[in-house]
C-alpha cells in the first residue's frame, strides 16, 4: 500500500462506528479517528454523529506504523474552529479567565471560556490555593495549536481580567 | 501524589463502573486483546471524557514500578499518541491491577465534578 501525504484529504466510507473511534476504507487502506479527532465542539456519541456506510472527507494525521491504520481527523478539516488556534491569536500575556476544573498535587487543570483546556502548574501559583471551581486569572505559558495543549500560569490575582473578542462565552464550553 | 509517582488518566466508556474499576482494577474479560488504554497526561484523557461524559479515574503507581513494567512489555506505548498514552494487553492486567494498588489511593471522579 502506498501510504497517503500526511496532511493529504481523502474520502473514505465509514465503516464502523465505536465509543472511541470511527473506523472508515479507503481502498484497501483502513482509517481510524478516534474521538478526540472529531470536532472541536460537537461531543455527542460518535453513533448518532455518524452512520456506517457514509462517505466523508478525512484529513490524513499520521500513520500507525504497527497497527498498519491511518490516523485521520474531521476536526482538522477546519482548524479556523480550534479553541486552541484563537488562543494563539492573543497578544502574550493577554489575562483569561479560566475555571479550576481540577487539581492534583502538581498541577491544575483549567477550561477557559472557548471550551480549551490548560494545564496550571502549581508551582506558578506562588502558593495560592486553588479549589475546583473557582474562577482564576492566567495567562498562556506554552502552546501547541496541532497537538493541541495548553499551559497555564496563574496572573497576579488583582490584575483586571479581560474577555477577548477572541474567546466567546462559556457556552462554548465542550461539557 | 507523591512525588515518584506516576499518574494514569482514563476515561471510562459509557457503561463502565469507572468507581469500581479503581478499586478492583480492570476485568481482562471486559478489555480483550489490546486492553485498556491510559493518557499519561490530563488533557487527553479528558479529551476522551468529553465524549464520554462518564467521569474520569485517576491511577497511580510508583515510577519504579512503572518503569519496571513498561521494560517488562505489561505497560506498552500507544502509537496513536507517542509519548502520551499507553495500553496494558488483557493479558497483563493481573500484573497491573495488582502495581495500582502500591500507591497513591487511586481516584474515579464522577461526571460534573
Known amino acids: ?69 491511518i490516523i485521520g481527523s474531521f476536526r482538522r478539516l477546519h482548524p479556523e474552529q480550534s479553541p486552541y488556534r484563537e488562543l494563539s491569536r492573543l497578544d502574550p500575556g493577554e489575562i483569561l479567565k ?13 477550561l477557559l471560556p472557548n471550551g480549551a483546556w490548560g494545564e496550571l502548574s502549581k508551582s506558578s501559583g506562588k502558593g495560592r490555593k486553588l479549589a475546583v ?43 | 501524589m507523591a ?33 485498556p488504554y491510559f493518557a499519561l497526561d490530563e488533557q487527553l484523557a479528558r479529551e476522551y471524557q468529553s465524549n464520554y461524559q462518564n467521569g474520569l479515574q485517576e491511577l497511580y503507581l510508583p515510577q519504579s514500578l512503572f518503569d519496571d513494567l513498561v521494560r517488562q512489555g505489561v505497560i506498552v506505548a500507544d502509537p496513536f499518541y507517542p509519548g502520551r498514552s499507553c495500553h496494558v494487553p488483557s493479558g497483563d492486567l493481573p500484573r497491573f491491577n495488582e502495581a495500582i494498588k502500591h500507591g497513591t489511593p487511586n481516584v474515579y471522579h464522577p461526571e460534573g465534578t
Open chain 1, 133 to 175: 471551581g473557582d474562577e482564576v486569572p492566567v495567562t498562556i505559558a506554552a502552546l501547541n495549536v496541532d497537538e493541541p495543549r495548553l499551559w497555564l500560569d496563574l496572573a497576579p490575582q488583582d490584575t483586571p481580567t479581560t474577555t477577548p473578542s477572541a474567546v466567546p462565552s462559556m457556552a462554548g464550553s465542550p461539557t
Open chain 1, 98 to 110: 479560566g475555571k479550576v476544573w481540577h487539581t492534583t498535587g502538581q498541577s491544575a487543570t483549567i
Open chain 2, 3 to 35: 512525588v515518584d509517582e506516576v499518574t494514569l488518566w482514563k476515561a471510562p466508556q459509557p457503561g463502565r463502573d469507572g468507581a469500581r474499576e479503581v478499586v478492583a482494577g480492570f476485568d481482562p474479560q471486559a478489555y480483550p486483546g489490546k486492553g
Open chain 1, 1 to 69: 500500500m502506498t501510504l497517503p501525504e500526511i496532511g493529504s484529504i481523502l474520502q473514505a466510507q465509514v465503516d464502523r462506528v465505536e465509543n472511541y473511534g470511527v473506523y472508515l476504507k479507503h481502498g484497501d487502506a483502513t482509517l481510524i479517528v478516534l474521538a478526540p479527532e472529531v470536532s472541536w465542539k460537537d461531543c455527542r456519541p460518535l453513533r448518532e454523529q455518524f452512520q456506517v456506510g457514509e462517505i466523508r472527507d478525512v484529513f490524513v494525521l499520521a500513520y500507525n506504523y504497527r497497527d498498519r491504520i
